[in-house]
């Protein structure tokens, strides 16, 4: 019996600190674990017997803190930033130490001493996190990022101290050029490199964390729109967390529903969109469903809750992007491997560059420099961020347009798949049967043949009776019904007006469920019944087909019908007259024909296929099985939601390649020219702060994707 367990870490600063934890608490026995740098959380699948308590404990051995997350997100405060502060002091000191050292001009009698003067706080205070950092994983025998940036900021610091009290840097009138690639003065100071790549990596952990913060807004604001109130039917007001299932709640006009539940009184209209990304309300009375953190934009409700606490669907939902967002797809793990081992492999080549050129002959200076641009260049943070910024904003994204994406396998699967599989009813049809044609006997009036037929069929509870009702009812009020009477599988009577009316089942073509209509044992005329096809199904499949797609349409009923909705939405391969354990089969045929298989269902019959499949994608409105079974949730009953997902999967995948490719780019071209002496030691801080604040940047692009007009 395994559980999971999840964790907030504290004290990371690079993916390789996330290596790190995540090797730990993977060799504990039985444990499952990943650790993710960008939402700076652990989830673990753990044995019984262990317990949080546990893993704690053998984070906070590795160096870093651990703790439970709370049991309900409160709405961030706005504390004072330490890492601002720190930025902005080193920044003022900074300035003047680089335009010191960029402009010989300004350099006037002992400015190298007010360099020092002023570098040295940025070198001690400003750096700090990094040498507290480096110094914590040196006592557990490792190294990080900040093992680089440290050691690189305290060798060119301490270089610059040696030459000024030791060398000829401390004379009055000394003077330096600045130069983009390494120096060969002995008597250089670099004291702008201290000062200046501690000031731009600390510029970019700032970005990065005010970037990994808008990237978390998606959720944040998901787990913010449920309400923190409730009024019960009694008047009393309560807090959200003492509602229960069975109570009865008041939602009125502009408020917040309170939680999941079925409208017992009173109509009106419910705004979904930041639950759907359905933008047009939805009209509800009672026996209609709702949804909490919908908005009431209508009249009163009287609602009976049906769910409460982490079972709503809104709880569901975040709980479902949240998961997503621990996710690694298969290259970035490649990438954590890479930078698992990345350190110790630039202190070796830092400490290779140096005893090439002072073999060279090239001098002791010009080897310190091009050693130390080496160590600070090359700290593969962007790599770290790739994915799981891109996993904040795309899921995050894609929860604001009604799309859950489970993790980050359906990313990759998006990719792969060739071949969509569609539930014929409540996927590309509506899955409510409804009137599509009245054909009466010559002479008899239509209008009236169906008002009779709805005022006989409004006794019935049948799935026909009420389609036939509701498309009476909207031409007028209809008559009472006396002696009224149900025969299953025939139809039903009752007498309207005097004369007897009965509706029985008709016959005609297969396509369509007719029902003939007889007056006092006469036929008057029949009605043609269909599931009509969602109206945006057409464009859906059109669209699907642009993406490479191939759709099938499987469904139970009789090829005739099967093959009618095919032919309206733009279907030509149906498999049709298939029992629910046959979707599985038709699933398992294509894969084995070399197909790769998305199936898209909404019913409890669908959850099989939905698991088999190589990608399942579950209708919002269906079952909770359906959902557990499938990789994609749409909350929206449209089938272009299915566009949207498959469009979102591949452009968040798209952005994760793209921004892995420019971190090993960013490393490969840049490490060559850094040992070879080409960059100066602050250019390649700010190259390295830059290429995290880039990577970040390009996963905010999601944040732009539009859902399918």
């Not at 990943?34 to 053998?58: C, F, H, M, Q, W």
């Not at 700090?128 to 680089?148: I, Q």
Request: net charge negative; charged share 20%.
């Amino acid at each position: 019996m395994t559980r999971q367990i999840e964790l907030e870490i504290g004290g990371m600063t690079c993916a390789a600190c996330a290596n790190r934890i995540e090797k730990k608490l993977n060799r504990i026995d039985g444990v499952t674990a990943t650790v993710n740098y960008a939402t700076e959380k652990a989830r673990a699948t753990v044995p019984a017997g262990l317990s949080a308590a546990d893993l704690i404990a053998v984070v906070e051995k590795t160096g870093y803190t651990a703790a439970e997350p709370a049991a309900a997100p409160e709405p961030e405060a706005a504390p004072a930033d330490p890492l601002r502060t720190r930025l902005l002091i080193s920044t003022a000191l900074t300035v003047p130490v680089v335009l010191l050292a960029m402009v010989p001009a300004w350099q006037f009698d002992y400015w190298q001493w007010l360099s020092l003067t002023l570098a040295a706080p940025v070198v001690v205070y400003g750096g700090w996190p990094f040498h507290r950092s480096a110094f914590v994983n040196l006592r557990h025998g490792a190294a990080t990022m900040d093992t680089l940036v440290s050691l690189g900021t305290l060798a060119a610091f301490l270089w610059s101290l040696w030459a000024l009290f030791l060398g000829d840097a401390g004379m009055p009138g000394m003077t330096h050029p600045f130069e983009l690639r390494a120096g060969s003065d002995s008597d250089a100071i670099y004291l702008e490199a201290a000062a200046g790549v501690t000031t731009f990596l600390l510029a970019g952990r700032y970005a990065e964390a005010r970037a990994k913060r808008r990237a978390g807004d998606a959720l944040r604001s998901l787990l913010e729109l449920g309400a923190r109130t409730v009024t019960l039917q009694d008047g009393r007001e309560l807090p959200i967390e003492q509602l229960a299932t069975g109570d009865l709640f008041l939602v009125r006009p502009g408020e917040k529903v309170a939680t999941d539940g079925v409208v017992v009184d009173g109509a009106s209209a419910l705004d979904q969109s930041l639950i759907t990304g359905e933008s047009v309300p939805v009209e509800v009375t009672p026996g209609d469903t709702v949804t909490g953190g919908t908005v009431n934009a209508g009249g009163r409700l009287v609602v009976r809750a049906t769910r409460v606490g982490a079972d709503t669907q809104l709880a569901q939902m975040a709980r479902l992007v949240e998961e997503a967002q621990d996710g690694k797809a298969a290259v970035q793990r490649l990438a954590d491997r890479i930078s698992g081992v990345f350190v110790p492999v630039v202190i070796t080549l830092s400490i290779a560059t140096l005893g090439f050129w002072l073999g060279t002959g090239r001098g002791t200076t010009a080897a310190f420099t091009a050693a130390v641009a080496v160590l600070i260049i090359a700290c593969p943070c962007a790599l770290g961020l790739a994915t799981p910024t891109a996993l904040l904003v795309g899921t995050g994204r894609g929860a604001q347009l009604g799309i859950l994406i489970r993790g980050v396998e359906a990313l990759e699967s998006t990719r792969r798949i060739d071949t969509i599989l569609l539930d014929k009813t409540g996927t590309v049809t509506t899955g409510v049967m409804t009137l599509e044609q009245v054909a009466p006997e010559p002479g008899e009036d239509p209008a009236a043949l169906l008002r009779l037929a709805g005022a006989v069929e409004a006794a019935s509870e049948h799935p026909l009776g009420r389609a036939i009702t509701r498309a009476a009812a909207e031409h007028g009020p209809l008559p009472p019904v006396e002696d009224f009477k149900a025969t299953a599988g025939v139809g039903v009577r009752g007498r309207v007006e005097g004369a007897e009316i009965e509706v029985a089942r008709g016959t005609g073509d297969t396509a369509r469920t007719w029902v003939e209509v007889r007056v006092d044992g006469t036929v008057r005329g029949r009605l043609a019944l269909t599931d009509a096809v969602r109206p945006s199904s057409a464009t859906a499949i059109t669209r699907l087909r642009r993406l490479g797609l191939t759709p099938v349409l499987v469904t139970g009923d009789a090829q005739p019908v099967a093959e009618r909705v095919a032919a309206e939405v733009g279907i030509t391969e149906v498999v049709s007259g298939v029992l629910p354990a046959g979707k599985v089969d038709v699933v398992k045929n294509l894969q084995a024909e070399g197909r790769s298989v998305a199936m898209v269902g909404d019913g409890v019959n669908d959850a099989a296929a939905l698991a088999q499949a190589d990608l399942g994608v579950a209708m919002g409105a269906g079952t909770d099985v359906a959902i557990e079974a499938s990789d994609l949730t749409l909350m929206r009953d449209d089938l272009t939601a299915a566009v949207d997902a498959v469009r979102l999967a591949r452009r968040t995948m798209h952005i994760i390649r793209g921004n892995l490719f420019w971190a090993f780019a960013y490393n490969v071209a840049a490490l060559p020219l850094a040992a070879a002496g080409l960059l100066n030691p602050m250019i390649a801080g700010a190259a390295m702060a830059l290429s995290s604040v880039f990577v970040v940047g390009n996963s905010l692009r999601l944040r732009r994707f539009r859902q399918v007009a």
